[in-house]
């Protein structure tokens, strides 16, 4: 399975755009990469799944450059509200081996 | 309309006792996983079932065993609990339809053996 490097914590304030980005140096032809959000006592909550270029939804966007060797996920306008763990994890959609989480990325958005 | 529900949602125990926790997803989906996040927040697969089968067993000491009466129903079993079983166990869920890589994930069972 692909491992996945991101950073441990970041900080922004509200309103700025925030920019989390993963290595996954030995990604498969084909894997994908999925990024889950976790709140304090909550379980995670898939956010966006993309396999190569820019994937957007409402909640947020994905950039997957053409080599897939990382990946950015990219929240825009954030709010007090998004501060969570954000976990990037990179698996084939099979459904035959379930995805492996890493440590996460710690996000804590000031006032 | 919980999707995923987990119970219980707190549950604390000695050592060397035996509990379940159960779960239950509403979503009419086909796999469903037992996941383990210890104190540093480090989320491992424990079990995945597909259709009642298992799918999925990473090396889980056989004290814990998973039942799934059928697709909308993954219990997890522990025997013979110990201290390093403290953790909080997530039950999850997920389709072909939307994809297997999209978990939808319950609140969470927090298990503290004393």
């Known amino acids: 399975l692909a491992k996945t490097t991101q950073p441990i914590s970041m900080d922004s304030y509200e309103g700025q755009e925030v920019n989390i980005t993963c290595s996954h140096n030995?990604?498969?032809?084909?894997?994908?990469i999925t990024w889950y959000q976790q709140f304090p006592s909550q379980g995670p909550r898939f956010i966006i799944q993309?396999?190569?270029t820019k994937v957007t939804n409402e909640v947020a966007s994905l950039f997957i450059p053409a080599d897939r060797k990382s990946s950015t996920l990219s929240l825009p306008r954030v709010s007090l509200s998004d501060t969570a763990v954000y976990y990037c994890l990179v698996g084939m959609d099979t459904g035959r081996r379930a995805l492996t989480f890493g440590s996460g990325t710690r996000l804590q958005v000031q006032p | 309309d919980t999707a995923v529900s987990q119970t219980p949602k707190y549950l604390v125990t000695q050592m060397g006792n035996d509990k379940s926790i159960k779960c239950e997803q509403n979503l009419g989906h086909d796999t469903m996983y037992w996941y383990k996040q210890d104190s540093k927040k480090f989320l491992k697969i424990m079990f995945s079932y597909n259709n009642k089968e298992l799918i999925i067993n990473e090396t889980v000491p056989n004290r814990f065993s998973p039942k799934s009466p059928d697709k909308a129903h993954l219990n997890l079993h522990i025997n013979s609990l110990e201290l390093g079983d403290s953790a909080v166990y997530f039950c999850a869920s997920s389709s072909p339809a939307t994809g297997a890589n999209v978990l939808t994930f319950g609140a969470g069972s927090r298990l503290t053996v004393l």
């Open positions: 030995n990604i498969a032809t084909n894997d994908y």
């Open positions: 993309g396999y190569k």
